[in-house]
């Protein structure tokens, strides 16, 4: 029986963290667009598609969040890999996230 409680606990710990993982990435995509993307995609800096454009996003969100989150770690056109951000690719793919839902 003292088995039970314990077992119990980490499922419901795993349980939670789902529901809690969209919003800090969510957090984190935000404040590394502010911090890194925004330079060129606020003002849509050499052909790259504005925040909140979706008639600049729809091709490339057409393509899947894989391909938009590619070019995001890859590069495209003039944009160095992953916007020249030097964090984890977790958080450009967040950014990218956070960018594709604000144009959809």
Known sequence: APAAPAAAA????????????????ADVGKKV?????AACHAAGVAGAPKFGD????????K??????????????GVMPPKGGYAGPDADVIAASD????AAK
Do not use: I, T
């Open 33 to 37: 667009y502010e911090q890194v993307c």
């Open 63 to 76: 393509e899947g969040m894989d391909a938009v989150h590619n070019f995001a770690l890859k590069g495209k």
């Open 98 to 101: 956070y960018m594709a839902n």
């Open 10 to 25: 980490p499922a419901a710990a795993a349980a939670a963290a789902p529901a809690a993982a969209p919003a800090a990435s």
């Open 54 to 61: 979706k008639a600049a996003w729809a091709p490339r969100l």
